[in-house]
């Protein structure tokens, strides 16, 4: 029970309003106390007052202490208190009713200040659990100026019994006002999380087979409403990382599946006759080590890209020269260009020192060359160059083929997406030198500038050709954090 939210809370809140209640009746009743306690003092003062005034009277007539203290009580009449009348020596004068000495006894009012009255509560002598309230005066009076002592009780009996009345009021008034506002704690709390069960239990039901389905939204604007909107966006952020996973396997299956195939293929049709010559034997070795090749180039590229997701890859940076670089990959791929009779020529280009990675930029600027010769058609022409502008470094490597057609150009640096991929096996003489691409050349090559806080991108695209552009920082400053390759 106490795992559930909603009892928590509902104890919660009965606890803590029990709390406050418990402190407000205890006020109450300190303060209801108080106030009792000083309407009687009042009346016993205005008492005390009265005796004082009619005993000075009586004094100043007959100057008999004891004539004008019984002439003194006898003028008052309040049955629901004593009164007692001392002289200087402690001798009791008058009292009233008689018997009252034997409630409250004598007190010493000798100590008190005269002219001053102290009042107090006693127990009484006579009869056990009735507290009195005394009011005790100290007084010197005329003609002869001498002192004397008046005691006024009253019972406190009448006055706690109204107090015992309102503390068992409060006593069944603070648990019933817990137990109502627990249950109406439980109704409220029932109310308030039913959302969040509905929640609950539609989010038990979508899986991996279902991730399209969403929360329902009540209400957008309050607390459940965002939370649900958060839940929603999280399970669309899934299903694209899913949706991306299971394209990127399917396309991983597929590209493996291929350069196997080949290999099994021919192996199997060179066991299948027991001799065969040595030209047949190489030819087929050529086919497996070109399979090979293209394998182990994918792996390392979904390896890449798979450390470049998780975060895990850091980059070796240091200052080099871009133009170098630059120079030298020129000079690569006019080797591998020369079978197809492709001129790679590079502009003048200026001074550029960097700091990054530079096995990494080689390698983007590799593959756009690897990209630009493969889609140029014999004896077509590659051209390179850089330069600097607004503090930033501008690459670009253009080619003379056909273009990029304009559907597929938002999907050129996708993972696994080639433009026409019939078209890269109908030059067989390169992809037997080359390997056939698998479509992470690009993706790599954007992942590449984008680490290194720059960008790449299709600059332009038609029938006289494509252009890309890779824009980097110019300066030796470092790079930013390792950010994911592609779409996802």
């Not at 009277?57 to 008999?64: A, D, F, K, R, Y």
């Not at 996973?245 to 399917?250: K, V």
């Not at 197809?340 to 080689?362: S, T």
């Not at 993972?415 to 030059?427: C, K, L, Y």
């Amino acid at each position: 029970m106490f795992e559930s939210v909603r009892a928590r809370l509902t104890l919660w809140y009965m606890g803590i309003l029990a709390l406050l209640l418990l402190t407000f009746s205890a006020g109450v009743y300190t303060v209801l106390y108080r106030n009792f306690l000083e309407r009687a003092d009042s009346v016993l003062r205005n008492v005390n007052s009265a005796i004082i005034s009619i005993l000075e009277t009586e004094l100043s007539e007959n100057g008999l202490d004891e004539l004008a203290a019984r002439d003194t009580v006898k003028a008052l009449n309040f049955p629901a208190y004593t009164i007692e009348i001392f002289d200087g020596t402690g001798e009791l004068l008058a009292e009233r009713p008689a018997g009252s000495h034997s409630i409250i006894g004598s007190r010493d009012w000798r100590s008190i200040p005269e002219g001053q009255t102290r009042v107090v509560t006693i127990a009484t002598l006579n009869k056990v659990g009735d507290p009195r309230r005394v009011a005790i005066t100290h007084v010197k009076l005329p003609p002869m100026e001498r002192e004397y002592g008046i005691l006024v009780s009253r019972s406190l009996s009448p006055l706690l019994g109204e107090l015992a009345a309102d503390r068992w009021i409060l006593l069944i008034a603070v648990p019933l006002g817990a137990l109502v506002a627990g249950a109406a704690g439980w109704f409220l709390a029932r109310k308030s999380l039913a959302p969040v069960l509905a929640m609950s239990r539609q989010a038990h039901r979508i899986g991996v087979e279902n991730l399209d389905e969403r929360l329902a939204v009540e209400n957008p604007r309050d607390e459940l409403g965002r939370l649900a909107g958060t839940f929603n966006e999280l399970l669309s952020r899934l299903s694209g990382a899913f949706q991306i996973q299971r394209r990127f396997m399917a396309d991983a299956s597929h590209e493996l599946r291929t350069p196997i195939s080949v290999v099994r293929t021919t192996a199997g049709v060179m066991l299948s006759k027991e001799h065969r010559s040595e030209e047949e034997y190489r030819g087929a070795v050529a086919i497996i080590e070109s399979q090979a090749r293209r394998l182990t180039r994918i792996v390392e590229d979904m390896l890449r890209l798979a450390r470049a997701d998780s975060g895990q890859f850091v980059l070796q940076s240091r200052p080099f020269q871009m133009d170098e670089m630059l120079l030298e990959s020129v000079q690569a791929a006019v080797v591998l260009a020369g079978q197809k009779e492709i001129r790679v020529a590079i502009d003048d280009i200026p001074e550029a020192p960097f700091f990054g990675d530079e096995e990494l930029l080689r390698q983007m600027v590799m593959n756009l060359l690897d990209n630009a010769v493969k889609y140029t058609p014999e004896r077509g022409q590659v051209r390179v160059s850089l330069e600097r502008s607004n503090g930033t470094y501008r690459v670009r490597v253009a080619d003379n083929g056909k273009g990029i057609p304009a559907e597929a150009q938002p999907h050129i640096f996708d993972r696994f997406f080639r433009v026409d991929p019939g078209r890269a096996r109908a030059d067989a003489g390169w992809n037997a030198a080359q390997g056939a691409g698998a479509g992470l050349g690009l993706a790599i090559a954007r992942w590449i500038a984008e680490i290194h806080g720059g960008t790449l991108d299709l600059e332009a695209s038609g029938p006289g050709g494509s252009t890309f552009l890779a824009t980097l920082p110019a300066g030796i400053a470092p790079p930013g954090p390792s950010r994911p390759a592609g779409p996802a």
